[in-house]
């Protein structure tokens, strides 16, 4: 049978509607990818496996929780889906909204929102209302909009969200035909986390369970350091968030895991990110370089024993940000005469 989607694949374990008219652009089924020469680049002794979810339609998790999102939204009769978000969320939202025929908006900090991500939501037909303020910002007044008439909210903080991205999870699982070590990711409003949470707690009622082991930026980093964060910054602007919705979930899922919130600094982000791309021919957007640099952090610290089974999510695709990957080089290559003699010179062959 062909892919469906991740409702179709998993209708059994994901609450729908009755006669629900299911709205999908064939999310999930994405690879998991051994990844031995990025093991090596950290000198580490174990087995890492990839879930690459910038290969889902629109380029990020976002798409497991948006078919139901949306699918929900329809069958109640919902004009127009909303919300907060800091780009994916947004480009997620508004192209199954256009798939269902319905209205979309988003609400989204000005000027911190990835190029591609952008892009998206502006060719889906989605209203764009940028604010002057962050994410938090954003989430706030998208509460104070969820009782208008005809609006569906489709943040995390919608439950169906957590439902869909839950299954990834259960593909993870499926893959391997057993139960990772150690399941790493990184953490902005902490949806994510305690979606993987949840899906491994149905898909194992009886354990073992992966020990989750969640990544935010150093300088938004709430969840870490105990605090909400006024100001949060970071170059990974997916997860510049200083308020996480689901952050009581999300250290729910560590503590009862035994896993860790740790975070990194933009610097351990960038370099983690050229060097997933350079090592094993991954591509993703700076925020999904939080839990790499993460592992290396892992892995100097030994806390991943020789021999585990480790996995990790890359949450969103590199070409989502093609400004942060071109500002690592300045320098563009200058042209050369199109002969032989020039093209070895410039390549020292
Ligand atoms: N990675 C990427 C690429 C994201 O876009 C996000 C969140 C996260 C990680 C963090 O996931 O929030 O569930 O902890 N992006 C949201 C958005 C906030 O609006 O697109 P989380």
Redesign the pocket.
Known sequence: MSWGGIIQAYRDRLPLPEGAKIITLGEGNTPLLAAPRLVTALRGDFDLRLKYEGMNPTA?F?DRGMTMAVTHAVAKGAKLVIC???????ASASAYAARAGIASAVIIPAGKIALGKLTQALIHGAKLLPISGN?DDALNLIRQMSNLPGVEVVN?INPVRIEGQKTASFEILETLERTPDFHFL????????TAYWKGFCEALPQGPRPRMFGWQAAGAAPLVDGHIVKDPQTIAT??R?GN?ASGPAALTAIKDSNGRIDKVTDEEILSAYQLLAQTEGIFV?P??AAPVAGLRKAVAAGWIPKGSLVTMTL??HGLKDPDTALSLFPNAPSAIAPTLEAARKALGL
């Open positions: 990020s976002k907060a978000s800091t780009g994916n969320t947004s994410f995390s990184p953490v902005g409003n902490a949806g994510n986390i997916a997860i968030i996480p957007e925020a999904c949450t969103g």
